[in-house]
């Protein structure tokens, strides 16, 4: 790993992030929301979001590197998220980074945001097992990957519609529990029976894909027949058990398939506490490691970013001043 202070830079969707990272060691992680923008709106609106980024950006990048206290002249290396988002969104990042780059004559590497997720683990003290299953699991992605070693990755199960995040966000507005959604439906599932309404699971049989737009559709089918009857604490319990259930039944099925020793849990949705326990127990169960990073890794971060490009960094990788912000991008 790259063992000198990489600066790293994350505006690919709604969150501003400016993190310093030494080889696997997270010395700051600074994010700036912009839930509240969006918030009123109910989803992320690309143009507003670029916009935020430009304003948040460099006191964003400045408190990074006050909270790891790393002057911007001991900066060895800057890392970008350069893919997969929201263009003009990541342009800003990367329009920074290559301005940073060049005028501190130091390496500049683009990293893909999927890559940052999957390596967020990284930061934990644990020794990250090869090969091993990795689910990710956020508001545009649900993959299960299997990782047989860094910058070695087969998307081994996708969603074949929404991703499980936007099926924790969508529930949450049927239910008329804000944005963004999958916290709202955490705190409304406390008080809530998670047996009381029962919702489809998506795909049937033995596969490590999943389907989450029918689910979508029971909750609205769920939230007109019920009208005022509603008990938005079962309905939230409900929806939440059904992710989880799902996400932990064909995780384990990869793990299985694919002979792991080991389970990572990252992205968005690696949040949620309810999921975060039932894989837990289930690892054990199966006799495999289970690693999830801890809470503020999992939301999107600058961090990851850094922890991915460390070693990239350290096989000598580099990016030229032409590097391009990317909507869509394998990983
Ligand atoms: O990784 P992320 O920050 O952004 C993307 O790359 O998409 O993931 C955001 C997603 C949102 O859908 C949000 O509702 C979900 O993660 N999320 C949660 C929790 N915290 C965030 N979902 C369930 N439970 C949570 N506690
Ligand atoms: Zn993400």
Known sequence: LFERPILAIETSCDETSAAVVVGRRVLSNAVASQIALHGKWGGVVPEAAARAHVEALLPTIQAGLGDAGVKLEDVAAIAVTNRPGLVGALSVGVTAAKAIA?????????????EGHLLSVLALPDELPMPHACLIVSGGHTELVSVRGLGDYEIVGETRDDAAGEAFDKGARLLGLGYPGGFAIQEAAKAGDPKRYSLPKGLVGDTIDFSFSGLKTAVLRLVEREGDRLNVADAAASLQETIVSVLTERAMR???????????????????????????????????????????????????IGLAASYRLARGERNGTDLESLPTAEL
């Open 102 to 114: 060049f005028s501190l004559e130091v390496p500049l590497i683009g990293v893909h945001h999927l």
């Open 254 to 304: 990869a793990v299985r398939r694919l002979d792991s020793r080991a389970l990572t849990l990252v992205g968005g949705v690696a949040a949620n506490l309810a999921l975060r326990s039932r894989l837990a127990a289930a690892c054990e169960k199966e006799g495999v490691g289970f690693l999830t990073p801890p809470l503020s890794l999992c939301t999107d971060n600058a961090a990851m």
